[in-house]
């Protein structure tokens, strides 16, 4: 079972993009998943009466730091807040879409919701088999099912092998020619 992340409660279209707060969103997911709290490291790069926040905020491990600069630290945390919160959202959907596709026993399952979502033709299975005799290995064609591909393989190596017979047989056949031919030049 894969690991969950809720970053947040926010359904989509609740809140306006402008007056989401980063800050209670990043809070939320380190209290869910047992991380040290946001820890925010605020400077001005302007003057007292102009001031020009920049922030830095740390959250497990990682620093991220807002490029631009705001007329208040509450606007600069809640910009650094919100690239933090993006960063360690993709990654946490990276990480889950790496794991599930490493999965095997979700990928039909998975593409098959994705073709029915687009629209698209339901994916069907094709299958090939290899078959080996005697150290020698025969491909069969391409196959609707499992069983089909077994028959299908085994046919293919039925007849390699009467192929095989019957150029064997020819050239048995052959061979008694030439001596029949050999014996009857040698009989006077």
Same mark, same amino acid.
Request: hydrophobic residues 35%; glycine residues 6%; charged residues 25%.
């Given at each position: 079972m894969k690991p969950t992340y809720n970053m947040?409660?926010?359904?989509?279209?609740?809140?306006?993009?402008a007056q989401v707060m980063y800050k209670n969103q990043l809070q939320e997911y380190t209290q869910k998943n047992v991380k040290?709290?946001?820890?925010?490291?605020?400077?001005?790069?302007?003057?007292?009466?102009?001031?020009?926040?920049?922030?830095?905020?740390l959250v497990d491990g990682?620093?991220? =730091?807002?490029?631009?600069?705001?007329?208040?630290?509450?606007e600069a945390e809640q910009a650094v807040a919100k690239i933090a919160y993006e960063c360690i959202h993709n990654e946490i959907e990276a990480r889950d879409i790496s794991l599930i596709?490493?999965?095997p026993m979700l990928c039909k399952s998975i593409l098959y919701e994705?073709?029915?979502?687009?629209?698209?033709?339901?994916?069907?299975?094709?299958?090939?088999?290899?078959?080996?005799? =005697?150290?020698k290995t025969y491909k069969g =064609?391409?196959?609707?099912?499992?069983?089909?591909?077994?028959q299908v393989v085994a046919?293919?190596?039925?007849?390699?092998?009467?192929?095989m017979l019957i150029h064997w047989f020819f050239s048995l056949s052959m061979l008694k020619?030439?001596?029949?031919?050999?014996e009857f030049c040698l009989t006077p």
């Open positions: 947040g409660s926010q359904a989509k279209g609740q809140i306006p993009p040290q709290l946001p820890v925010y490291q605020t400077v001005n790069d302007g003057f007292p009466h102009a001031p020009k926040f920049r922030a830095k905020v990682s620093e991220y =730091e807002s490029k631009s600069t705001y007329p208040t630290k509450k596709y490493k999965e994705f073709a029915v979502k687009r629209n698209l033709d339901r994916p069907s299975s094709v299958y090939i088999r290899h078959l080996v005799l =005697e150290g =064609e391409l196959a609707g099912s499992k069983q089909m591909a077994k046919q293919a190596v039925i007849e390699s092998l009467l192929g020619c030439i001596l029949c031919a050999k």
